[in-house]
């Protein structure tokens, strides 16, 4: 079975620290890869999203994710985090079946807490 | 961006009772709407596809008796959960897609969350 893994489960950044949050998943097709945020008290929102082409894609509010094929994995990243960034973030991927049925699998997620 | 609602976004119930939440699309038509469960600190776990005039597809492992998906409309898909249990405690969130945005990797919207809490 597909699996989505988020490996750092809680971080705690200072503002203005560089931020990366990885991403790895296990299957070997073709996938959509997406990344969603959700603020406290909020419903989940894309960041940002890769189907094809340029492997590193860049999304709302700062942020980044590279994919890599050889590795699975698809990392997120900003350069330089803020308070408001606090939030959960979910990797999440998309197999892409010729006989349509593409589910989204979630990771677990990763609470970021950024401290002033 | 397109927003969907779920209704209620609490809502407290007693052992054996049923719930309805709602899921709507504001301002697009979804032909399929997926209802996930939320478990604290864990993922999202996708529950069932729910297409619009037909039967939900549900994932392995989830009862289709106790999950009752109903998509009547294009802006509107309902979950029941039947004579419910301490143990269905969850936070359950909707996600549609655009119809209109079909083959171009269109994106799923979250509506916020119901939080049900069974006693």
């Known amino acids: 079975a597909q699996s989505v893994s988020q490996h750092n489960h809680h971080v705690i950044l200072s503002e203005a620290a560089s931020l990366e949050l990885g991403c790895n998943y296990s299957y070997g097709g073709t996938v959509n890869l997406f990344w969603y945020v959700q603020y406290p008290g909020q419903h989940l929102q894309l960041l940002l999203k890769?189907?094809?082409?340029?492997?590193l894609v860049k999304g709302i509010k700062g942020f980044e994710a590279e994919f890599i094929k050889s590795k699975f994995s698809f990392n997120l990243r900003k350069p330089s985090v803020q308070w408001s960034d606090t939030a959960e973030y979910f990797c999440a991927v998309k197999r892409i079946l010729t006989g349509g049925g593409n589910k989204l699998t979630f990771g677990t997620g990763t609470q970021l807490k950024v401290e002033l | 961006g397109a927003v969907v609602s779920q209704h209620p976004s609490r809502v407290i119930c007693k052992s054996g009772t049923s719930v309805k939440i709602e899921c709507r699309s504001l301002d697009f038509q979804a032909t399929t709407m997926f209802w996930y469960r939320q478990f604290p600190k864990k993922s999202l776990m996708l529950m069932a596809t729910s297409n619009e005039g037909s039967k939900a597809t549900y994932e392995q492992g989830v009862e289709k008796d106790k999950f009752l998906i109903n998509h009547a409309s294009l802006t509107l898909s309902t979950l029941t959960v039947t004579s419910a249990h301490p143990e269905d405690s969850s936070f359950y969130i909707c996600?549609?897609?655009?119809?209109?945005?079909?083959?171009?990797?269109?994106?799923?919207?979250f509506g916020p969350g119901t939080r049900l809490t069974v006693l």
């Open positions: 890769y189907f094809s082409g340029d492997p």
């Open positions: 996600s549609a897609r655009d119809r209109l945005a079909f083959g171009k990797h269109n994106e799923q919207f």
